[in-house]
């Protein structure tokens, strides 16, 4: 895992953009390793679930609230650069809030409405949106293939009111399509290993994937120490998150494939 990657321009750039792009975050054996583990992780596999997209299509998805000692998720999630950044970007000690791995399989990967994280994670009783996430490119993500679009700076707009689509929640299309005619749409296309941190109030989506090259990410979720939930959801509360080392990554024990 790349070990120093924030500058002062860039943590700014996060603050103003509400994102931020970080080119090969894993290099490329970490990231083929990653990518190998989860094609062969049966649990993964059978853990799979599914959600229409309102438009035809469906999203396979898999969340994971805990992090299993030894495995390579967990030792990406708790990557200390990783965490450290998280840090800075949202100003003090964070949690692992969950990850979940986004497998959009080729001609088959459903889109994702327009939302906000924090659309989702308000009603899990977190007062603030000092919540953010770093999605790793397991494969390479481009528009094909049905890659993450953002609003730049939407995150200054605050939270916006969400609604049922299909099997997802989306924010409120109206305010979407006012977002849209005063901010830059933003196609963040990325080769595997790329990372994208963004702020949980950021308007992005997704297209369907017509392609025949899938598009896996590893998204991990952070929420800050200072935002501790006021009540039970089915995310957890704080608990300190142990930092691991960068090299950790191919330390990994392997999950279940039988």
Same mark, same amino acid.
């Given at each position: ?10 943590? !700014? $750039? ?10 090969? *975050?894993l290099d @490329?054996? +970490?990231?083929? =390793?990653? &990518? ?32 299993? !000692? $030894? ?10 650069? *990783?965490?450290? @950044?998280? +840090?800075?970007? =949202?100003? &003090?000690?964070v949690y ?47 528009? +094909? ?114």
């Amino acid at each position: 895992m790349k070990t120093e990657f924030l500058t002062q321009g860039e943590i !700014e $750039g996060f603050q103003r953009d509400g994102f931020l792009v970080v080119p090969q *975050l894993l290099d @490329a054996e +970490e990231t083929e =390793l990653l &990518g190998t583990i989860a094609r062969r992780d049966r649990a993964l596999a059978t853990a799979r679930t599914s959600r229409a997209d309102g438009e035809g299509g469906a999203v396979e998805l898999v969340v994971e609230n805990e992090l299993p !000692e $030894g495995s390579i998720y967990s030792a990406i999630v708790q990557g200390q650069p *990783l965490v450290d @950044a998280m +840090e800075v970007l =949202l100003g &003090g000690e964070v949690y692992h809030y969950h990850h979940k791995m986004i497998l959009k399989e080729p001609r088959t990967g459903g889109a994702w409405t327009w939302h906000q994280d924090y659309g989702y994670w308000y009603n899990n009783g977190c007062l603030w949106p000092n919540m953010a996430s770093c999605m790793i490119s397991v494969t390479p993500s481009t528009k +094909e293939n049905g890659c993450l679009q953002v609003i730049r700076a939407s995150h200054l707009l605050g939270r916006i009111d969400h609604v049922k689509i299909g099997d997802q929640t989306g924010a409120d299309l109206e305010r979407v399509e006012a977002a849209l005619e005063r901010l830059e749409h933003v196609y963040v296309e990325s080769a595997a290993g790329d990372a994208l941190f963004f702020h949980s109030n950021l308007l992005h989506r997704s297209d369907q994937n017509l392609s025949d090259s899938p598009r896996w990410s590893l998204i991990c979720c952070y929420n800050a120490r200072s935002n501790n939930p006021y009540k039970e959801s089915k995310h957890p509360s704080y608990t300190p998150l142990e930092k691991v080392a960068d090299d950790a990554i191919l330390n990994w024990t392997s999950p279940s494939t039988s």
